[in-house]
């Protein structure tokens, strides 16, 4: 199998093993000074600093640490990916891949607030098999109103960091 097809495949894996709750393929993937960048003006963006406005790249998570509080976030958001296209170039020791996804879930309530539904681009630098750095480029007002939509429904229990302890997102 060719380097853009293993690549590829790796990231459907991870993605399919994400939706199932399983984060670990993605992170095991991941270098551990990753700089992960999540855009705009919501709690997911704010986990861990401020949101820095302008046109250069400014990581909102470093390191491996901080991208798994990310994705178990993710994962009790009950948020699935459904990926449209995934992009491979370059050679394996400087590989960029885009992702063209959509990202929703449900509210385990009819009624409940928390539906959410969006579609992204994820742009990776990848240096041999390794995630170093991870950009997500999405509809940041539909984030935003995802949170507010949170905050107002005293059914979910949230933080900044995510779900309390103990209490489910839908």
């Known amino acids: 199998m060719a380097y853009k097809a293993l690549i590829r495949a790796g990231v459907r894996t991870a993605i399919r ?3 199932n709750g399983d984060a670990g393929l ?3 993937m991941a270098a551990d000074d990753i700089q992960f960048a999540f855009p705009g003006h919501n709690s997911w963006a704010t986990m861990f600093r401020t949101q820095q406005k302008g046109r ?8 491996k640490h901080e991208a798994a509080a990310f994705a178990q976030r993710f994962v009790d958001a009950g948020l699935h990916v459904d990926i449209e296209d995934i992009l491979v170039n370059g050679p394996p020791w400087k590989t960029r891949v885009a992702i063209r996804a959509r990202d929703h879930n449900a509210p385990s309530q009819p009624g409940q607030a928390g539906a959410y539904n969006n579609r ?8 041999w098999g390794r995630i170093h750095r991870f950009e997500v480029y999405e509809d940041t007002e539909r984030t935003a109103e995802w949170d507010h939509d949170l905050a107002a429904d005293t059914t979910i229990k949230t933080s900044p960091a995510g ?8």
């Open 17 to 19: 093993r994400l939706n």
């Open 26 to 28: 993605l992170l095991a």
């Open 56 to 63: 250069h790249f400014h990581p909102t998570h470093l390191g």
């Open 120 to 127: 992204f681009i994820d742009y990776l630098d990848i240096r």
């Open 163 to 170: 779900p309390a302890e103990g209490t489910e997102r839908a």
